[in-house]
């Protein structure tokens, strides 16, 4: 259930489906936040009631994705490398 919320939530924020070149409009930046500040929230969630004991999911109710995207959204940024604006100001 956490890829349908996951597909509906990305179709929200205008990044599914699969984006298409050229990409007018769109940074890396934007898009990592974008994907950073997906509102993920499982079906156990949902119908998990207070007092219920321990359940599957974490107290975010999104089973950890969120911290996951936001992981590999931190490595692929910090890959990145390419035009920096600083390479000019030595100049």
Request: proline content about 4%; glycine content about 10%.
């Amino acid at each position: 259930m956490i890829l349908g919320q996951l597909t509906k939530t990305c179709r929200k924020k205008g990044i599914w489906p699969a984006l298409h070149s050229p990409y007018v409009g769109i940074t890396l930046v934007s898009l990592s936040r974008k994907i950073a500040n997906l509102e993920l929230l499982s079906l156990c969630y949902y119908l998990s009631k207070p007092g219920d004991g321990p359940s599957s999911y974490n107290g975010s109710g999104d089973h950890g994705l969120q911290d996951s995207l936001r992981d590999e959204i931190n490595s692929i940024e910090h890959k990145i490398t390419g035009l920096d604006l600083k390479t000019f100001q030595k100049l």
